[in-house]
């Protein structure tokens, strides 16, 4: 099954169609649309990595906590990965923002902006809360990620609770948008 069919079908796929209008604010921002054209202030970029280093560490500790609430080895497996993925992505992220002048400790030291706060614990929170779910590597994480989703919402009663599960999403999209705002907001 290719990347594309994964995202356009199965729970993930209608998580998506339901967002509608906030995932496409989320995948249109101007913050991506500036960054691809090469037009974004570098101020804007410098506040995005440091924030960014923060958000993965947030996120490793997201996907740690879904290894734990996961019931078979295959599905732990699954997630695993992924948590090793953001954890191998670090030192890239480090090596890359050194690159721009910044060190490990200085990104380390800012303080972490109210949208990636609001971001990060929010995920946190909905893990806390419930039940959770480039290059060819990062295609296989992604369609690992996006199969054990399927795998997990199929056992824990997604269909039901399709509602439920959109508001998380869609909130999840808002404020990934609003993470993106935030390096904007810098410049």
């Known amino acids: 099954m290719s990347i594309t069919t994964l995202f356009e079908s199965g729970l993930y796929g209608r998580l998506r169609q339901q967002a509608g209008s906030h995932w496409q604010n989320y995948v249109d921002h101007p913050f991506l649309q500036q960054l691809a054209a090469g037009t974004l202030p570098e101020r804007a970029f410098r506040r995005y990595l440091t924030q960014d280093y923060l958000f993965l560490l947030h996120f490793a500790r997201a996907y740690a906590l879904l290894v734990s609430k996961l019931r078979t080895l295959p599905e732990m497996r699954a997630a695993t990965a992924s948590l090793n993925g953001i954890i191998a992505e670090l030192p890239l992220h480090v090596a890359y923002c050194a690159e721009w002048g910044l060190s490990e400790a ?31 590597g990062y295609l296989a994480g992604v369609r690992a990620a996006i199969e054990l989703l399927e795998t997990v919402g199929h056992q824990r009663g997604a269909q039901s609770r399709f509602t439920e599960l959109a508001q998380i999403f869609t909130t999840a999209t808002q404020l990934e948008a609003a993470f993106w705002q935030m390096g904007l907001n810098a410049s």
């Open 106 to 136: 200085q990104i380390a030291a800012q303080p972490e902006a109210a949208e990636t706060m609001n971001y990060t614990r929010y995920v946190l929170d909905i893990g806390h809360a419930g039940d959770n779910y480039g290059d060819e």
